[in-house]
């Protein structure tokens, strides 16, 4: 399924700094269009030419650790390019293949130059749970 608006993440750069329009997006496998993850890239300069996203195994130093119910294996099947989102600048990505791993899970956005040299890197997170309330992450 597709993601909805509200697991679509807009990811900007601006004057060097990325940010994303939310820190934390929560999942849920039993409604159409929230089970998954899009994500939308605006603003970057012309030099980065690819993105990646890696889910993590590993709670990042920034959140509060030892929160329970962590997952610490990929929560979807994979990332695809979404059909005709490349028309100027990185296309939008979307995850598929929910595999209904309730807990929170952290993941890893990479941008590389032409040479596949990494110039930045970002670490959001998210949940995935059947319905709301989302699980409690840190």
């Known amino acids: ?13 601006d ?11 929560n999942c849920f496998w039993e ?3 929230r089970e998954d993850i899009r ?5 970057f300069p012309a030099d980065i030419k690819y993105v990646g996203v890696s889910f993590l ?9 030892g929160v329970p119910g962590f997952v610490n294996s990929p929560p979807f099947l994979g990332v695809g390019v979404v059909s005709g989102s490349a028309q100027a600048g990185l296309p939008d990505l979307e995850t598929y293949g929910n595999l209904r791993k309730k ?10 130059d032409a040479n596949m040299v990494q110039q930045y890197s970002l670490d959001p997170g998210g949940t995935s749970d059947p319905i709301p309330p989302g699980s409690e992450h840190p």
């Open 1 to 13: 399924m597709a993601a909805g608006p509200e697991n679509t993440v807009r990811v900007t750069y």
């Open 15 to 25: 004057n060097g700094k990325i940010s994303c329009d939310r820190e934390w997006v």
């Open 31 to 33: 409604i159409p269009g």
């Open 39 to 43: 994500w939308v890239f605006k603003g």
């Open 57 to 65: 195994d590993f709670v990042p130093a920034k959140y509060r650790q």
């Open 103 to 112: 807990g929170y899970f952290c993941y890893s956005l990479q941008f590389f």
